[in-house]
């Protein structure tokens, strides 16, 4: 809230219960936390008793909950985050490259120097050189650490989580709806977001990583089953807009269960020294640079003097969150010149999924938008009739992975 205050926002989460004893159970937790945040908390928790579940939120009384506990959390667009952390790292002296791919490494006596890349829109080849180069790359961390030693063993376990979208009407009341622990200790939400309600997640083990992950079937059907049974809504598959996928770079345990993996990080060097920074997630990306930057200050000693960005804001950029692609053909126009001039924007999936967010709110307005954007971009940039047809192509089949299996 203090470097990010215009990308993250104050919301109000149920958590409705059935039972006495979890009424109990889930006020000491969330009062804790409330005592733990201190004068950082955004709001007390408070019990919400059945009188007023039954005003509110009628479909929560009719499934038999007794209240819910409302305590307040934090809400983001991941996107504009990204895209803030990328125009302050500008203004703070890096140099930023777009759609290029990592295809080795350049060694010197068996340690890495520097590193062989490709952009992937012109084909040019290049080589950084470097004196670190930091593996933060997620779930795909593994295979590039294959780059530096064939031989490297996984250390990800990762898992898959999905979300469903809604029209913003299937939920009632304002909040967001939270159950900690379904059957099989997943959690379950459903959050209103940009316009649109998600509803999620699963917890799935998966062995491919896909750089384009797909939502499975059984992963819809448990969401839908779930939501509708632990929440009390009534959703049903017709009224999704979209459906997509995450993968969780979760580190190797003993555990199967990848729900019960820890979703902490950890940083290491490879023999050639590759910094390998694995694990983590979102909501601790500063801590996890904060343990990178100690990392290699304990590798390069008094010499390497990194600077303090704990105060450090964030860019807003344009303030307004960037759910739905502008309707007006001006407004559009605008807002794809900008993208393409000041937040490297090439591609039509570079505006209608990662400066916009139409893709992943309405996977068919995304679909019937792309021709004019790509038309757009074409002009903005120079490229050809061709060009504009193939990027349109190919973000329809793009956007065909986002809808529910049953459509067209």
């Known amino acids: 809230m203090a470097n990010a205050s215009g990308h ?8 409705p219960v059935k039972r006495r004893w979890a009424r109990f159970y889930y006020g000491v937790g969330l009062r804790l936390y409330d005592f733990l945040a201190g004068s950082h908390r955004w709001g007390r ?6 009188k007023q579940i039954t005003s509110r939120l009628p479909h929560l009384a009719e499934a038999g909950f007794i209240g819910a506990w409302r305590y307040r959390d934090g809400r983001f667009n991941d996107a504009d985050l990204a895209l803030g952390l990328a125009r302050t790292a ?21 340690r890495i120097t520097g590193l062989h890349a490709k952009d992937v829109l012109s084909g040019e080849e290049f080589t950084l050189n470097a004196r670190v180069v930091v593996n933060a790359c997620g779930p795909y961390s593994d295979a590039l650490c294959r780059l530096d030693d064939p031989q490297h063993e996984d250390h990800l376990r990762p898992s898959q989580g999905i979300h469903l979208v809604f029209d913003a009407d299937v939920l009632k009341g304002g909040d967001a709806l939270l ?51 632990f929440l009390g809504l009534q959703l049903r598959r017709e009224d999704i807009r979209s459906v997509f996928a995450g993968l969780r770079p979760l580190i190797q345990g ?24 694995r694990g ?50 001006s407004a559009l126009a605008a807002a794809v010149a900008l993208a393409v001039t000041e937040e490297m924007c090439c591609t039509v999936e570079d505006f209608l999924a990662r400066r916009y967010r139409t893709l992943f709110l309405d996977a068919r307005a995304a679909q019937s938008a792309a021709p ?11 490229e050809s009739p061709s060009w504009t047809e193939q990027q349109v192509e190919t973000f329809i089949n793009l ?10």
């Open 90 to 110: 500008a203004q703070q002296g890096a140099t930023l490259v777009n759609h290029c791919r990592a295809e080795g490494f350049v060694k010197q006596d068996g």
């Open 8 to 15: 993250v926002d104050d919301f109000g989460f149920l958590i």
């Open 254 to 277: 003993r555990r199967d269960n990848t729900a019960k993996l820890s979703r902490s990080h950890q940083v290491e060097a490879s023999a050639s020294g590759l910094v390998n920074v």
């Open 280 to 329: 983590g997630k979102w909501t601790t990306y500063r801590k996890m640079a904060e343990d990178t930057v100690r990392f290699l200050r304990k590798q390069h000693g008094p010499d390497f003097t990194p600077a303090d960005t704990s105060a450090l804001p964030l860019d807003m950029g344009d303030a307004a969150p960037r759910g739905m692609h502008p309707d007006d053909p």
């Open 45 to 50: 928790t408070e019990w919400i008793g059945r």
């Open 372 to 382: 004019v954007v790509a038309r757009l971009i074409a002009e903005a940039i120079g």
């Open 399 to 408: 956007a065909r992975h986002y809808l529910p299996s049953n459509t067209p």
């Open 179 to 229: 159950i900690p622990k379904t059957d099989d200790g997943r959690v379950l939400f459903a959050v209103p977001w940009l316009g649109k309600v998600l509803v999620g997640t699963t917890d799935t083990p998966v062995d491919t990583i896909d750089f384009e992950p797909l939502a499975l079937e059984e992963e819809v059907a448990f969401v839908l089953d779930h939501a509708n049974r």
